[in-house]
């Protein structure tokens, strides 16, 4: 989804939910989905972006409020919360690092899951 915050339905009460939540951050901290450290310095978080807010309760699902942030990547592949049990901080499959290709190949043993996702780390 693109557009300005406001074009997403995600208008000034969410900017500052979200500004709140920054000023408010202990550099360090985890992220909820990759247990990577999270820094108000875009240039310090693994995918060089800026945090985003997120809402626990996913918007598709009702979720009203950002209420926790998020590195950026983070925050785009957990999308509408469909895959919260595949996130890495659960399955120990972790985002590449800065300036990695933005597909990894992974090997796997023993047999598949029922139920495999590719996460897009870009």
């Known amino acids: 989804m693109s557009g300005s915050?406001?074009?997403r339905?995600?208008?000034w009460r969410h900017q500052q939910d979200v500004e709140s939540l920054r000023r408010r951050h202990?550099?360090?901290t985890a992220c909820w989905w990759c247990e990577r450290?999270?820094?108000k310095d875009p240039a310090r978080n693994f995918?060089?972006?800026t945090l985003e807010g997120d809402h626990s309760?996913?918007?598709s699902r009702g979720g009203r409020k950002a209420d926790r942030l998020m590195?950026?990547?983070c925050n785009r592949q957990r999308g509408d919360?469909?895959?919260d049990e595949l996130r890495p901080a659960v399955t120990g499959v972790w985002p590449p690092p800065a300036g990695a290709p933005a597909v990894a190949m992974v090997e796997l043993t023993g047999p598949p899951e029922p139920r495999a996702h590719v996460l897009y780390w870009g």
Do not use: I, Q, Y
């Open 81 to 83: 919360g469909s895959k």
């Open 9 to 11: 339905g995600l208008g």
């Open 47 to 49: 995918d060089g972006k």
């Open 71 to 73: 590195h950026s990547t």
């Open 37 to 39: 450290p999270m820094f």
């Open 57 to 59: 309760e996913a918007r």
């Open 26 to 28: 202990v550099e360090g």
């Open 5 to 7: 915050t406001t074009e």
